[in-house]
């Protein structure tokens, strides 16, 4: 629950709202604005027809033609989310619009200073991360209806058509079945503190459904998302320019830096979920595994880095169990372990499906105009930067490490 919206606080609400976190929603934006203020036409404008303008060639030249824009109209959190929400998707599309061979050095003044400036009020980095891409990127077509994906719809897209649709939904439920997880660890944390195992007993339940949960909805993915379309149109446009051989020297961006800089492409692991339920558990990776999931920490919204740091610092959930001997506890905790291991482990058949049989098939493909081939850069990695398959297996069997043993 958000902090003013009229509905009477509670401990949870209150421990939740802090760090800009809701009882409904999770991390996710609750209900995001569609429509920026209309100085901020030009911007929407070229938001809108990005897939088409992105086919046609001609993005770049409406870059160049957009005006200089003052970012000082945005009013509070959401426009400003809207707004960063918007000027990266562009930035993506400017960027990668003839593939990888066609890239830039130089993002425009008009675009650069005022991403620049709504990344430095927001605490984000001026690139595409999960925050916009998912977070704040979905609206309801009946306002009235359900979250589910038949009445759900991106705000801003890019090239890939139904299956990038699919790939930015199914994320976002995602996200969505967290929820209880997410309210179950200050339950658990109070519990810890005032010694009520039954009330840990029950958070550990709900976080351990909510993983399985998760679990379900990832799954949809083969539903939704076409892996030929993913692997050769959808990728390119989540890459960054840190450790990316296509553009190896970083981006200046034009009215903020002479010097290139180099940022991290959308990546799953710059999700909140996982890290937190990872640090309430007592899970603990690879010290190559652990550097990269830091590093994607600075992706985050920083209320929702901050909600990990607090986890960090509260009493050791795995050191309460083994210390109670409490047979029903250390099969609940046990249980939300497994079902971390479950989702990492179905995780990972995603991924190969998506990448590695994808790989095997490579050819292009041709979604509204827009022919993809396969970039080179990414092979191996995953968009974030890591060495994709290594990754997720390494932290898959560090996680089922984390299981108490009888």
């Known amino acids: 629950m958000e902090a003013g919206d009229g509905k009477e606080e509670t401990p949870l609400s209150s421990a939740l709202s802090r760090f800009q976190l809701s009882e409904d929603y999770g ?9 920026l203020p209309a100085p901020y036409g030009p911007w929407m404008e070229i938001a809108r027809e990005l897939p088409q303008l992105i086919a046609s060639h001609r993005l770049r030249s409406r870059v160049h033609q957009m005006p200089q824009l003052s970012t000082r109209h945005l009013r509070g959190r959401e426009e400003l989310y809207l707004a960063h929400l918007v000027l990266s998707f562009i930035t993506m599309g400017y960027l990668w619009q003839e593939g990888e061979e066609g890239t830039v050095k130089v993002l425009p003044r008009h675009l650069a200073v005022p991403f620049w400036e709504v990344s430095q009020a927001l605490g984000l980095p001026p ?21 589910e994906i038949e009445n759900l719809d991106p705000i801003i897209l890019l090239p890939g058509g139904e299956s990038l649709r699919g790939f930015i939904l199914v994320t976002f439920l995602v996200e969505k079945a967290a929820v209880p997880g997410i309210k179950a660890i200050p339950q658990a944390i109070c519990a810890i503190r005032q010694l009520d195992e039954e009330t840990l007993h029950q958070a550990l339940q709900g976080l ?47 009215g903020v830096s002479e010097e290139p800089m180099a940022f991290s492409g959308g990546s ?31 992706y985050m919204p920083p209320p929702h880095r901050a909600f990990i740091e607090e986890i960090g610092r509260a009493p050791s959930l795995k050191q309460h169990v083994l210390c109670s001997r409490d047979a029903r506890l250390r099969a609940a905790f046990n249980r939300c372990v497994a079902a971390l291991v479950d989702f990492r482990s179905c995780h990972i058949v995603i991924v190969t499906k998506y990448i590695a049989v ?40 560090t996680t089922r490490d984390g299981l108490i043993s009888a």
Not at 211 to 230: C, N, S, T, W
Request: net charge positive.
């Open 127 to 147: 690139i595409l991360s999960h925050a916009d891409f998912v977070l704040a990127n979905w609206r309801r077509k009946d306002p009235s209806g359900p979250l």
């Open 27 to 35: 991390f996710l934006l609750p209900n995001p604005l569609t429509e």
């Open 208 to 254: 351990a459904t909510a993983i399985g949960a998760m679990g379900k909805a990832l799954q949809r993915m083969h539903d939704y998302v076409d892996p030929a379309v993913f692997y050769a149109v959808i990728r390119i446009f989540l890459s960054g320019w840190k450790d990316n051989p296509a553009m190896p020297d970083g981006l200046v961006y034009e």
């Open 268 to 298: 799953a692991a710059q999700s909140t979920i996982l890290h937190a339920f990872d640090e309430l558990l007592g899970i603990r990776h690879s010290q190559e595994s652990t550097a990269f999931l830091h590093r994607m920490r600075d």
């Open 358 to 397: 994808a790989k095997a098939k490579a050819g292009r493909a041709e979604v509204g105009g827009w022919a993809g081939r396969p970039p080179a850069a990414l092979e191996a990695k995953g968009t974030g930067g890591s060495h994709i398959f290594s990754f997720l297996k390494s932290v898959r069997d």
